[in-house]
């Protein structure tokens, strides 16, 4: 591996073009030097707007590109794990948009590549690399509240457009697949536990057919995770973290801002009028570049990712759990 980690882009996605390439860019130990879509032209206008070296006109000529270190798959998720397995195979570490996949079965596939190949295979949620997240850790495992017995969450935005790709049900849209797994992997997260059981209610938006507000209990060994997500409701975004001797909350947890200070209250007292409540500050920052800076390092010194396979897998398990229970009524086990 060269001084940074090389990376090439999968198509033109949004979340990559506004978001997550500009940020690697600035990254330590990532650049991004390929970009490729099935339309050479638009390959290269993102090319130039956004200072990339090389433009593909198809995704197999940028994995055949020998300059290329790692990938990073943004493609929409019914194309997450075709194309993560052809680029295990040309010998690319890959850096794969969340969810990892359709189902668990599919998910699975992958496990076989990543051994046969040896190259690294990271989901991107990129929450799990930024400062927030770590110091929840670090509160959790310091007991500060005590023994975590419940997570509560709300994630929401609001978009009836059906060209959207996620207002498409091919295309793995929906509340559940693209903004419901954070709230599933932050719970698993934060417990340090699979659930045991899950339960949901899904309401599908009778033309497009997605699932537009999803309300989940898991059922931890620790305890329970409550959440609700919707892709139309006012956009809002909360979690909370309660134990039995006080509180946390991160109060913009999954899009923070990279150009101002994001916090984290802790309440310790319990006293509604918040008398009780530290709040520690942490700085502007981008948190996908801290994701590629860590990919980067893992791949640099061999260790773990941020967020494996394995950990994919089980996330994938409760997602797949909650859409059965849907259907059934019943309590549903992730199968992993």
Request: glycine residues 8%.
């Amino acid at each position: 591996m060269s001084t940074k980690l090389r990376i090439g882009v999968l198509s033109t996605a949004n979340i990559g073009i506004k978001k997550v390439i500009p940020a690697m860019q600035r990254g330590h130990s990532t650049t991004v030097t390929a970009i490729a879509s099935r339309d050479l032209a638009r390959a290269k206008e993102a090319a130039s707007t956004l200072d990339i070296p090389s433009a593909y006109g198809s995704y197999e000529e940028l994995l055949a590109d020998k300059n290329i270190d790692a990938i990073y798959n943004p493609l929409p998720n019914q194309l997450h794990v075709p194309w993560t397995i052809k680029a295990a195979e040309a010998g690319k570490h890959v850096l794969c948009e969340k969810p990892i996949s359709m189902s668990v079965a599919e998910a699975k596939t992958v496990l076989d590549v990543r051994k046969r190949t040896g190259v690294k295979i990271c989901e991107a949620f990129m929450i799990r690399s930024f400062h927030q997240w770590l110091r929840l850790h670090e509160l959790l495992d310091e007991k500060r509240i005590g023994e975590l017995r419940a997570v509560t969450g709300v994630f929401s935005y609001f978009n009836v457009n059906p060209a959207n790709i996620r207002n498409q049900v091919e295309t793995g849209g929906g509340a559940l697949y693209d903004i419901g797994c954070y709230l599933i992997h932050s719970s698993r997260y934060a417990f340090g536990q699979e659930p045991a059981r899950v339960v949901a209610a899904i309401d599908r938006d009778p033309e497009l057919g997605t699932d537009r507000l999803t309300s989940a209990i898991l059922e931890f060994p620790g305890g329970h995770a409550i959440f609700t997500c919707s892709t139309q409701l006012i956009p809002y975004q909360r979690v909370q973290f309660l134990g039995t001797k006080g509180r946390i909350e991160i109060e913009i947890p999954f899009n923070a801002p990279k150009d101002r200070p994001t916090r984290l209250f802790v309440d310790s007292t319990g006293d509604l009028t918040g008398s009780g409540i530290t709040t520690e500050t942490f700085p502007a920052g981008d948190q996908y570049t801290f994701q590629g800076d860590a990919f980067a390092k893992a791949i640099r010194d061999n260790t773990e990712v941020p967020v494996s396979l394995e950990d994919a897998i089980g996330n994938m398990a409760v997602i797949e759990a909650l859409f059965s229970s849907a259907v059934s009524g019943k309590w549903e086990v992730p199968e992993r």
